[in-house]
Nanobody, 121 residues
Framework: QVELVESGGDSVQAGGSLRLSCAAS????????MRWFRRGPGKDRDEVAT????????TYAPSVKGRFTISRDNAKNILYLQMNSLKPEDTATYYC??????????????WGQGTQVTVSS
């Protein structure tokens, strides 16, 4: 099992930036991909970004591509999400997940508790 703790959520104005962090502990070597998800008010949980640890390959949801960047500090076992040019529609609780890669998909196995991001216009 992997424990995940997110941080960095805050309230910002539209156009601003935030960097979310997700610290992983436990059996981190048992997971080979990580993801960020978000759930906005009254919405379903959506995928935001994925990173495959072995290859370093990243994928993004169309709504955040070009504005958000997922990265990982392998030495510290910390996952990041750099969010730029934030929009009110980015308001959500953001969750990180650690998972197992199956072909081109990362299947989540562990979840963090979430961190709140609020973007005002």
């Amino acid at each position: 099992q992997v424990e995940l703790v997110e941080s960095g959520g805050d309230s910002v104005q539209a156009g601003g930036s935030l960097r979310l962090s997700c610290a992983a502990s436990g059996y981190t070597d048992s997971r080979n991909c990580m993801r960020w998800f978000r759930r906005g008010p009254g919405k379903d949980r959506d995928e935001v970004a994925t990173i495959f640890i072995d290859s370093g390959e990243t994928t993004y949801a169309p709504s955040v591509k070009g504005r958000f960047t997922i990265s990982r500090d392998n030495a510290k076992n910390i996952l990041y999400l750099q969010m730029n040019s934030l929009k009110p529609e980015d308001t959500a609780t953001y969750y990180c997940a650690a998972g197992l890669q199956q072909r081109t998909v990362c299947l989540p196995r562990d979840w963090g508790q979430g961190t709140q991001v609020t973007v005002s216009s």
